[in-house]
């Protein structure tokens, strides 16, 4: 089955720089990529995706690279806010739907 | 997006009892949904997809008559845990897809805190 493993799994930023988190996946049909961000006691909330057919995607501060040859796909956050704290998930999706997560990064923005 | 609810939001039950928990989706039907655990500090671990007029499929691992799944409707699925122990006590979440958004897009529930004494 889909193995997705995530680096860091802490990430600490000072206020306004970049925080960069990588993912890689082992399934070669996945073609969806989503990332989640999940604050303490709360639900995760999709800030993010990415499908197979696309290298790359922006989102205001927040943009997502994928390397389909290479089976990896990362999270860019630029100008990092105090806000932005919080546990960041990857997925990756099968062709069932099924998510697998990676194993999540716990982002924290210093003033 | 879409509006997934839960219900509810946390439960305390004693050790034996059987607890249901409820998936609702507010404003659009799906026809399948999915229920996760998650562990303190650990990842969302599925357990296995809810779909409507069949039966679940579970991932491996998943004790099918220990989490009983129904989704009887469009709008809502339910997860029950019979005969709770201590080591069930975990956060459950529900997902589900909004075929008027992309199929692939999950939104979830608030999920449930499950304690169990």
């Known amino acids: 089955g889909e193995n997705v493993e995530q680096h860091p799994s802490t990430l600490s930023v000072q206020e306004g720089d970049s925080a960069v988190i990588k993912c890689t996946y082992s399934d070669s049909a996945s073609n969806y990529f989503p990332w989640y961000k999940q604050e303490l006691g709360k639900r995760p909330q999709l800030i993010i995706d990415?499908?197979?057919?696309?290298g790359e995607k922006k989102d205001q501060r927040i943009a997502v690279t994928l390397n389909k040859t290479a089976k990896h796909f990362s999270l860019h956050i630029t100008e990092t806010q105090p806000e932005d704290s919080a546990v960041y998930f990857c997925a990756s999706s099968d062709s069932w739907g099924k998510l697998q997560f990676g194993a999540g990064t716990q982002v924290v923005v210093t003033p | 997006g879409a509006v997934v609810s839960q219900h509810p939001s946390r439960v305390i039950c004693k050790s034996g009892t059987s607890v249901k928990i409820e998936c609702r989706s507010l404003d659009f039907q799906a026809t399948t949904m999915f229920w996760y655990r998650q562990f303190p500090k650990q990842s969302l671990m599925l357990m296995a997809t809810?779909?409507?007029?069949?039966?679940?499929?579970?991932e491996q691992g998943v004790e099918k008559d220990k989490f009983l799944i129904n989704h009887a409707s469009l709008t809502l699925s339910t997860l029950t845990v019979t005969s709770a122990h201590p080591e069930d006590s975990s956060f459950y979440i529900c997902?589900?897809?909004?075929?008027?958004?992309?199929?692939?897009?999950?939104?979830f529930g608030p999920g449930t805190r499950l304690l169990v004494l």
């Open positions: 990415i499908r197979s057919n696309v």
């Open positions: 809810s779909n409507e007029g069949s039966k679940a499929t579970y």
């Open positions: 997902s589900a897809s909004d075929p008027r958004d992309s199929q692939e897009t999950q939104y």
